[in-house]
């Protein structure tokens, strides 16, 4: 019999994910079927829980509820209790969510394995402190970057994820109107979701120095303004989100199933045509 598996997010209709989690339950020859469902924060609750009901065991979150499904979940791992944003959840023999984030890893495995990049002391920049930037700040420091800056356009969220990331002389919070004066910066992360429904303001170039590597954690129509910064303004790379995407979807999988599947066969399927896809997850 089919498992059943689900993503939640707001907007959710063109993710991605159950044609990636479909491909690897083709690959590894496990049965399961895995459906996309719209929701906010004022249904989620209601939806999750009717989810369960069905015979739902396990379920990836998106924006804009990474933040509130770490606050539903009955237990979280140390990595999504750091920094209170999950997108993995897994259910247990005894009806209750226990809560992961495999956003970090994926980001690490697509630039480290895929993109060969060497993360160690790289001078890093998040554009961004909502759920997306909090998913994946603990494995940047853990992968070993240099000092981490961290601009967001409400301060207060910035100050509040470089208190829990509580690296302080090594993580460094500031008002993205700043930006200009950080210097460069050996890794521009954008984990904004502006191009989902507003514009980020054009980012100084004064970021951009001779090894500046440029990642949108969006991809597809979403991280074009990005990638085009990026290429205009020198960036040794521009990476779009598509590979994490692929990656977190595989550690996700490896929770839900035990087995990890190879991911290069559906990202080089999504990245021919991925130009036209809107959303994350
Ligand atoms: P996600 O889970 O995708 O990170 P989120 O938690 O809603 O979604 O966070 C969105 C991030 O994008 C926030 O850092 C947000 O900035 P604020 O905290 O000031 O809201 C940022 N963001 C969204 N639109 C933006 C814009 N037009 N310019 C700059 N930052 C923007």
Redesign the pocket.
Known sequence: MNQHFAVFGMPISHSLSPRIHAAFGRQTGIALDYVAIEAGPADFATKLQAFADAGGVGANI???L??LAAELATTLSERAQRVG?VNTLVRSEDNRWHADNTDGTGLIRDLAMRHGLDLRERRTLI?????????IAPALLDAGIGELFIV???PE?ADALADMLGRPGHVHARY?GDVAVLGEFDLVIN????N??????PLPRSLVGRRTAAVD?SYGEAAIPFMAWARATGCYAAIDGLGMLVEQAAESFKLWHGVRPDTNPIFTELSSHSAGLVT?D
């Open positions: 998106t924006q804009p990474k933040g944003a554009v961004g402190a909502g759920g997306g930037a909090r998913g967001n356009r409400t969220r993205l984990a904004t979701s502006a989902r429904g507003g514009t980020l303001a954690l994350a």
